[in-house]
């Protein structure tokens, strides 16, 4: 299901410059130069000093600025992430549908937040402004997506926030730290020669200007408004007065007669007040009122033409308030005329808010039933919830499409007992089939609930009647794990990410591994999807990168109970990982118990019981735990389940020699697995059932299902799966060996595997990072490259790997990188550099900054392909001469893959060059001579050419020549050789040396 409304585009305009403004080259030039040294700036002061038109002073000659005027509403992380997208729009077309394919797909918050925000990554530089923070400061869940902005944020991306208020985010940004920096009350103040000017430009009287900066302390809104009005400044407030307030009652306020005071506050509402939507709050007279308050200065910006008004924030809060004094009925009334008018414009989800802040319920209940799909689409969970409990008991209960929308929340936090709830009290009411008829979402909703409560009857009735849709069809690939009936093929591509990602899911579960642990072109897709890739990567064997997977999906908040039960259980198993196992167990089944999830909850029990199997051998305690399982009286309602408890009853039953026992739990098994096409655990059950049945004499069988497994295997994709199976009964194979006539077969390579000892990779405590330097640099963990937008993360990673601690001082990376400049721009510089490495590398990795220090973790190794080189020429000569040229002979080619770092040109990686350079020609001067001592007389002239050809001057390669010329033969080759020699020093006016003329002699 698919929800747009449209968005207020005066959110994402920069406000325009005030008619009265002061052009202030200090500011300009503060904030420009703060933005170069930290990619995040705070402006944070009191309201009324001048913070956005300071910020929009300073950038009003950058043309990629994308500005976000933030409101209350934007607590809620969806709605602020769309209008984030919106606001970046102009500069990454393709942002608003990534988020919204993101949101759309259940992606946590945080992660669109980077996903977005690494959409900009590219040479031209772009400024995100995010004005009045302040008004979401109170909401984590909000902060958190402004955090992320920051902490994702590519080298080409500036962050301004603009707040009146301090605001701590969940990294704990603080003054100081690598990446913010601030701008407060301080240096916003007018100075007094400042005030002076903008008195003039605003017509007031400058003859007391030390009196007004004493009173203010150059305060912006004070010195303008004080300065400008005939009345001296006398405040004798109340401590609970807000001296802000004050100043615009005294100053702004007292000079408007009261018809157009009331008129001011009424249109309070309006973000963009005009003629025609001030009428639509039932005001008179409005394009007259319009005209009288032109008249007067107040702060408000007025839109070329005259005819429209924008109060600057801190007048229209203060309206705001005087607004909520009048009398509660006539605020109802006015705001009721809002709610229609902003629903009349589109924007149904503000109209809501609106009507329901005046608990006009019916009024808001048709524009929430339009409204509440994209609040879930975007996962404004909150906001429905509280939609939801306001509007209870309006509307037709059951076909209303606020009941579709409780049914999606429910499966979006995964209680599914509140599902299971919603329809069974349909159902009561004689409703629940009519709701399916007239929404696919709304059944498939039911479905997916219904399935985790194991509750097959309800299934099939609702399946009957539901009306087709892309959902309905997601629910139909699910019902694939209930029975034996063979299923249809997945579709390449579905109508949305929703379904996209649930099959994607499903083809773990299906067995499909080779297509499940890919990873997916669309990265918004990928977002939800990646946890449930660790599950594939696992069966695979690629523990390492499924554990940085499982760890990044923990960070991020969106472990399920079938993630931790099921996924993180049999990952932790597989690293041999007891505790860690166990408490995902233990920790899934709560939870799975607390949704109303039966699935998950059996699943745990099978996910103990394979435990006990595998990492404690514990045969006898797994069947206690199977035999538990199996009196549950859902243990056997889906074939899928049923399956997974006869092959590990099975395998007890093999352990423990109860041959027949086995026989019969695996060859059912096997063959409801062969019927419906789920060949997850074919290979395993294959190999357990050939195995049994050996023992039983029933060789028929065995050759049968050792067939089958290794069918199965081909149709996974993959081999892990089915060689666990045959190191754990390697006889399954050798029999299989035993009867082949030829030594190419599937069986032979799988055997040469188990022979050669290939295992699954298992994660160790240490992270090993490959830097390959020459050419096209690269970086690789465990495999997959790492690409860091910065070209110089590959230099500090490599300056690191050159010194033995992996660690160096700010001064020497600043000598490395930046040929010792030591400015504000090469430090910002490096800090990015810093954080960009980091966030390419896996979490705990770094670099970290520590006071001047910066380096990688001690549990990091890095290999280096220009560190491994220098060690082959530290090493000491072999005794064996030949098996040393054949080491040197397999370093060498890495030097023909390119130069060095061929981008840096620092001083330092010029000399780095330099040393690479020479341990090359040592290291072929070697080669030269060992070639030469083993009698290979030409390839050792083709070393000692190729040093000759990048250093003429080596008379010890000139001699080294003219000896392989004399043993091939060659007297000529010999003087030709001398005399190539004599020409080469004499361009540096010098003769050979006493060695080189003695040798001649000795060769003749």
């Known amino acids: 299901m698919e929800h747009t409304l449209p968005l207020l585009r005066g959110k994402v305009m920069p406000p325009p410059l005030p008619e009265i403004f002061l052009d202030r080259p200090r500011l300009d030039m503060s904030i420009q130069s703060r933005l170069d040294a930290l990619p995040v700036l705070m402006v944070c002061a009191t309201a009324g000093a001048g913070k956005t038109t300071a910020v929009r002073s300073a950038l009003k000659n950058d043309e990629r600025t994308a500005w976000l005027t933030i409101d209350a509403a934007d607590a809620s992380p969806g709605r602020l992430l769309t209008y984030i997208a919106a606001a970046l729009a102009p500069f990454a077309a393709e942002v608003p549908e990534l988020v919204k394919l ?80 601030f701008l407060i009350d301080r240096e916003l103040a007018f100075t007094q020669d400042e005030a002076g000017v903008a008195l003039d430009i ?35 407030l109340q401590p609970e007065i807000d001296p802000l307030h004050a100043y615009l009652w005294t100053h702004v306020l007292q000079g408007l007669d009261d018809e157009l005071r009331e008129f001011a506050i009424s249109t309070s509402l309006l973000a963009a007040v005009d003629a025609p939507r001030a009428a639509a709050l039932g005001l008179e007279r409005t394009e007259g009122f319009l005209t009288e308050l032109r008249a007067h200065r107040i702060p408000a910006v007025w839109v070329p033409g005259g005819k429209t008004v924008r109060y600057h924030p801190v007048l229209r809060d203060y309206l705001l308030v005087l607004l909520e004094r009048r009398p509660r009925a006539d605020v109802v009334a006015l705001k009721v005329r809002f709610g229609k008018l902003l629903a009349s414009e589109g924007f149904l989800i503000e109209a809501t808010e609106e009507l329901l802040s005046v608990a006009a319920y019916d009024q808001a209940l048709p ?27 309006h509307g037709q209960a059951a076909l209303s499409p606020l009941t579709t929308a409780e049914l999606m929340l429910a499966v979006a936090r995964e209680e599914y007992w509140r599902g299971v709830r919603i329809a069974d009290q349909l159902e009561a ?44 069809e997601a629910a139909r690939y699910l019902l694939t794990l209930i029975d034996e009936e063979p299923a249809n093929p997945f579709p390449s591509s579905t109508a949305g990410v929703y379904v996209d990602g649930l099959v994607l899911r499903l083809r773990y579960w299906r067995g499909e591994l080779a297509a499940a642990s890919a990873p997916t072109a669309n990265p918004a897709t990928d977002a939800v999807v990646a946890p449930w890739r660790v599950a594939a990567l696992r069966a695979v064997g690629e523990l390492d990168e499924a554990h940085r997977l499982y760890e990044r999906a923990q960070a991020a908040g969106v472990l399920t109970a079938g993630l931790r039960a099921v996924v993180g259980a049999e990952l932790f198993t597989d690293m041999g990982r007891e ?101 997850l655990e074919l290979p395993i059950a294959a190999v357990y059932l050939a195995e049994a049945a050996w023992h039983c004499g029933d ?70 990072v490959q830097l390959h330097e020459f050419g096209n640099p690269k970086i690789l963990i465990g495999g997959a490259e790492a690409k860091p937008r910065i070209a110089k993360c590959y230099e500090l990673l490599a300056y690191l790997a050159s010194v033995g601690s992996m660690t160096a001082t700010r001064p020497q990376l600043l000598d490395a990188l930046f040929d010792g400049r030591d400015t504000n721009t090469s430090r910002s510089y490096l800090r990015q550099v810093v954080h960009q490495l980091r966030s390419v590398l896996p979490d705990g990795v770094g670099p970290f900054m520590s006071s001047d220090t910066i380096g990688l973790a001690e549990h990091v190794s890095v290999e280096s392909d220009a560190r491994r080189f220098e060690q082959v020429a530290q090493r000491a000569r072999s005794n064996d001469p030949r098996a040393r040229l054949e080491e040197i002979q397999a370093a060498l080619p890495i030097l023909g893959l390119g130069d060095y770092l061929p981008k840096a040109k620092s001083e330092w990686f010029e000399g780095r060059r330099a040393e690479i350079q020479g341990v090359s020609v040592a290291l072929r001067l070697e080669s030269a001579q060992l070639a030469f001592d083993l009698g290979a007389y030409a390839q050792a002239d083709d070393f000692a050419a190729s040093v000759l050809a990048d250093e003429p001057l080596r008379e010890v390669a000139w001699r080294l020549r003219m000896r392989t010329a004399s043993a091939l033969g060659s007297y000529d080759d010999v003087l030709l050789k001398y005399t190539e020699c004599v020409t080469a020093l004499a361009a540096i006016g010098t003769q050979p040396a006493r060695e080189t003329k003695a040798l001649l002699d000795q060769l003749r």
């Open 102 to 181: 993101a949101l759309s797909s259940q992606a946590p918050h945080g992660e669109v937040a980077g996903l977005l925000i690494e959409a900009l990554v590219g040479e031209s530089r772009t400024t995100l402004v995010l004005d009045q923070l302040d008004r979401i400061a109170d909401h984590a869940n909000a902060l958190d997506v402004i955090d992320h902005l920051m902490r994702f944020a590519p080298s080409n991306v500036r962050i301004i926030l603009i707040s009146r208020n301090a605001v701590t985010f969940p990294s704990s940004a603080v003054p100081g730290s690598e990446r913010l920096d």
């Open 202 to 236: 605003a017509g007031g009287s400058t003859d007391d200007i030390d009196a007004v900066m004493e009173s203010t302390g150059g305060w912006v809104v004070g010195v303008l408004f004080a300065g400008t009005t005939a009345k001296p400044i006398k405040l004798a």
């Open 367 to 393: 524009y929430a039933e339009q409204a509440i799909g994209t609040l879930i689409d975007r996962r404004d969970y909150d906001v429905a919830d509280r939609w939801l409990d306001a509007l209870a008991g």
């Open 429 to 472: 009411l004689g409703q629940r089939e009519a709701l399916a008829r007239s929404s696919s979402n709304a059944a498939a909703m039911m479905i997916w609930c219904y399935y985790h409560a194991c509750r097959t009857d309800d299934i099939t009735r609702v399946l009957t009647v539901a009306q087709d849709g892309p959902e309905l």
């Open 579 to 679: 505790d860690d196992a166990r408490s995902c167990i233990a920790q899934g089944r709560a939870e799975a118990r607390r949704n109303g999830s039966v699935v998950w909850d059996l699943f745990s029990q099978l996910t103990e019981a394979k435990l006990e199997l595998r990492l404690k051998h514990d045969p006898l305690r797994a069947r206690q735990i199977l035999e538990a399982l199996e009196r549950h009286e859902s243990s056997r309602a889906y074939q899928s389940t049923a399956e997974q408890i006869d092959v590990w009853q099975g395998l007890c039953h093999l352990i423990l020699r109860e041959y027949e026992s086995a026989r019969v739990r695996l060859r059912r098994a096997m063959d409801s697995m062969r019927v419906s096409g789920r060949v």
């Open 699 to 768: 060789e028929k069988t065995s050759d049968l299902a050792s067939d089958i497994a290794l069918a199965a295997a081909r149709q996974q994709g993959t081999d892990e799966v089915i060689l666990r199976a045959l190191r754990e009964f390697p006889e399954v194979l050798s029999r299989r060996l035993d009867g082949l006539a030829t030594s190419d077969t599937d069986w032979h390579r799988l055997g040469s595997r188990i022979l050669n000892g290939e295992s699954r990779k298992v994660l160790s405590s240490t992270v090993i």
